[in-house]
């Protein structure tokens, strides 16, 4: 099993920035993926930014430029830098880890970004 717990979201103003962190623990492989997604209210879960154990990274066109995913392998920790944010970034963002078919999902941190 796979535990995910994200930090760092909160209130911000359009603008600002914000760094999110999820943590993984428990029987993780060495091939995987980690990524952030969020949903806003009434509306579908999206990826934000998926980075791989390879080194591939993807990103949504919408925050393409202004967020930043990394990763610290030996810290099984996955972080998002979230700069010049924006009112449509208000969602509860959620990490996720994939590998070898399964995803397990984090609990979510809610970003709310005032205009």
């Known amino acids: 099993q796979v535990r995910l717990v994200e930090s760092g979201g909160g209130l911000v103003q359009a603008g600002g920035s914000l760094r999110l962190s999820c943590a993984a623990s428990?029987?993780?492989?060495?091939?995987?993926?980690m990524g952030w997604y969020r949903q806003a209210p009434g509306k579908q879960r999206e990826l934000v930014a998926i980075n791989t154990s390879g080194g591939i990274t993807n990103y949504a066109d919408s925050v393409k430029g202004r967020f930043t995913i990394s990763r610290d392998n030996t810290k099984n920790t996955v972080y998002l830098q979230m700069n010049s944010l924006k009112s449509e970034d208000t969602a509860v963002y959620y990490c996720?880890?994939?590998?070898?078919?399964?995803?397990?999902w984090g609990k979510g941190t809610l970003v709310t970004v005032s205009s």
């Open positions: 996720k880890l994939g590998q070898y078919g399964s995803d397990f």
């Open positions: 428990g029987s993780i492989f060495r091939n995987n993926a």
